[in-house]
């Protein structure tokens, strides 16, 4: 299995960014899709997750300015990133749980960095 993340890349604060991640492998399917992401020198944290089911879960950072989706058919997660902010900078990481007949474990894409210039 894995997860190709893309869509990074170098904007202007105010911009907007998409970013997509698209899954390949001995794939049934996905709980837990969403996108983290890790600054210099910060930890990595969640940014957003999308359950299976369709509920959203946001960073209070990032509410309102993101929005996270995903595509059951075709193994993909996106983030549509609005109203970037110079504190978005950061190396954004996808996320899945996979299942095949069983749950395989979390996966993580390689990351694409996301730079927002003031």
């Known amino acids: 299995v894995q997860l190709q993340a893309s869509g990074g890349g170098l904007v202007q604060a105010g911009g907007s960014l998409r970013l997509s991640c698209a899954a390949s492998g001995s794939i049934r399917s996905f709980g837990v899709m969403g996108w983290y992401r890790q600054a210099p020198g910060k930890e990595r944290e969640l940014v957003a997750a999308m359950l299976a089911i369709g509920t959203r879960n946001y960073a209070d950072s990032v509410r309102d300015r993101f929005t996270i989706s995903r595509d059951n058919a075709k193994n993909t997660v996106s983030l549509q990133m609005n109203s970037l902010k110079p504190a978005d900078t950061a190396v954004y990481y996808c996320?899945?749980?996979?299942?095949?007949?069983?749950?395989?474990?979390?996966?993580w894409g390689q990351g694409t960095l996301v730079t927002v210039s003031s």
């Open positions: 996320n899945a749980d996979v299942y095949n007949s069983r749950w395989l474990g979390k996966y």
